[in-house]
């Protein structure tokens, strides 16, 4: 029954969300034509590793204009490691957001309070936040109170192949061709 129980948590609290990330970024790369639409998720998992090179400069070709999204994608990597590091990133920045804003006793106060020191802890937090986004496995095993952590893995990585096949879908369905 515990192991039914473990399965159930990580399917709400990593699989829905990895899942609706994964479909989100996905979707929004094949819209803006940084993806090729294929229906080939080993070719479009090489695609989104190869998106960490786009934005940098050989002799062979030129630079590739890159979305600020995107950029931030890239930095992680791209793929799972990517799509679920740059999620880190997220959970981690709007959570220290909002306990920063509430530490100084709401919004308003906290823009009154605002300051050169504040605004450098802020740019510090966030090298740190990038750190730990970048070293995620560590982050979650630490936040997940559970002596199961590979289904929790596994369940993200679940996440992540069924945002995939999701995003897939919808840009077929859109295209109304075969891919």
Same mark, same amino acid.
């Given at each position: 029954?515990?192991?039914?129980?473990?399965?159930?948590?990580?399917?709400?609290?990593?699989?829905?969300?990895?899942?609706?990330?994964?479909?989100?970024?996905?979707?929004?790369?094949?819209?803006?034509?940084? =993806?090729?639409?294929?229906?080939?998720?080993?070719?479009?998992?090489?695609?989104?590793?190869?998106?960490? &090179?786009?934005?940098?400069?050989?002799?062979?070709?030129?630079?590739?204009?890159?979305?600020?999204?995107?950029?931030?994608?890239?930095?992680?990597?791209?793929?799972?490691?990517?799509?679920?590091?740059?999620?880190?990133?997220?959970?981690?920045?709007?959570?220290?957001?909002?306990?920063?804003?509430?530490? =100084?006793?709401?919004?308003?106060? =906290?823009? &009154?309070?605002?300051?050169?020191?504040?605004?450098?802890?802020?740019?510090?937090?966030?090298?740190?936040?990038?750190?730990?986004?970048?070293?995620?496995?560590?982050?979650?095993?630490?936040?997940?109170?559970?002596?199961?952590?590979?289904?929790?893995?596994?369940?993200?990585?679940?996440?992540?192949?069924?945002?995939?096949?999701?995003?897939?879908?919808?840009?077929? &369905? &859109?295209?109304?061709?075969?891919?």
């Amino acid at each position: 029954m515990g192991f039914l129980i473990e399965v159930f948590w990580a399917l709400l609290m990593v699989t829905v969300p990895i899942t609706a990330f994964t479909l989100m970024l996905v979707s929004w790369s094949f819209r803006k034509g940084f =993806f090729q639409e294929t229906l080939d998720t080993k070719a479009l998992e090489r695609e989104m590793k190869a998106m960490s &090179r786009k934005g940098k400069k050989n002799k062979t070709e030129e630079s590739t204009v890159q979305h600020p999204l995107q950029k931030k994608w890239a930095k992680f990597g791209g793929g799972f490691y990517g799509i679920v590091a740059f999620f880190t990133y997220i959970v981690i920045e709007v959570t220290d957001v909002i306990t920063m804003i509430v530490n =100084f006793g709401g919004f308003f106060d =906290f823009l &009154r309070q605002l300051d050169f020191n504040v605004i450098i802890n802020l740019l510090v937090e966030a090298v740190t936040n990038f750190i730990t986004a970048m070293i995620w496995p560590m982050y979650w095993m630490k936040r997940i109170d559970t002596n199961e952590v590979w289904i929790w893995f596994g369940m993200a990585y679940a996440g992540y192949w069924l945002g995939l096949k999701l995003a897939q879908a919808l840009i077929q &369905r &859109r295209s109304g061709v075969e891919i």
